[in-house]
């Protein structure tokens, strides 16, 4: 169809010609499909999405001025906008809920659940837990002070530890690598 007669149909079809407006819906019924094709969205079958398409057409003609230019642009633009606005609405209603999503009141589904330890592992962590401690002891007092700070009674983090020893920042900093170090090698020369 050429400009003149699209225009000619568009000035009719705005002013409430059923049969303009069933002209225009047929001239771009192709465009809606070959969109609508495009999109899959859970809960919507093609018919729905060419519905969606051919209100959205209905739309734009009541909008549409020749000032916003190729009406054809006009409505294939306004066409997909709708198609991606109705994914990120079913994509908002999709959404999964995660075990740390919150419930009711400030529970987290993880909190909840029971925890299905067995003797060995409670026997193991509490092993673990007395190596660890050991080692931490044979540290320098230094060492053992940032970690026991830090990690034991969880009293702040490195910059809360070098205010409250007045230490600048990048010598917590070396001490804690130094200690972790440390910490590393004796435990890995025990385990092996």
């Known amino acids: ?3 003149s007669n ?3 149909l568009i000035l009719k079809a705005k002013n409430k010609d059923q049969s303009a407006m069933e002209e225009l819906i047929n001239e771009y019924k192709y465009l809606i499909i070959k969109e609508a094709s495009k999109v899959h969205v859970r809960g919507y079958e093609m018919e729905d999405l060419i519905q969606m398409g051919n209100i959205t057409l209905m739309r734009c003609l009541e909008k549409y001025t020749p000032e916003k230019g190729n009406f054809t642009a006009y409505i294939s633009y306004a066409i ?9 609405q079913r ?3 999709n959404e999964v809920q995660t075990i740390e999503a919150p419930i009711e009141t400030n529970l987290r589904i993880e909190d909840t ?3 299905d330890a067995s003797t060995d592992d409670i026997f193991i962590d509490k092993e673990m837990y007395k190596l660890i401690n050991r080692e931490v002891d044979n540290l320098q007092d230094n060492l053992r002070d940032l970690i026991t700070f830090i990690y034991i009674n969880c009293e702040g983090n490195l910059k809360d530890y070098s ?26 020369s025990l385990c092996v």
């Not at 997909?80 to 990120?88: C, D, M, S």
């Not at 205010?163 to 890995?188: C, P």
């Open 163 to 188: 205010k409250y020893r007045n230490l600048n920042y990048s010598t917590a900093a070396k001490r804690r690598t130094v200690a972790l170090n440390k910490l590393r090698s004796s435990l890995n």
């Open 80 to 88: 997909k906008n709708n198609f991606n606005y109705l994914i990120r």
């Open 1 to 3: 169809m050429d400009y």
């Open 113 to 115: 659940l029971i925890a």
């Open 6 to 8: 699209l225009k000619n």
């Open 91 to 93: 994509a908002k209603d």
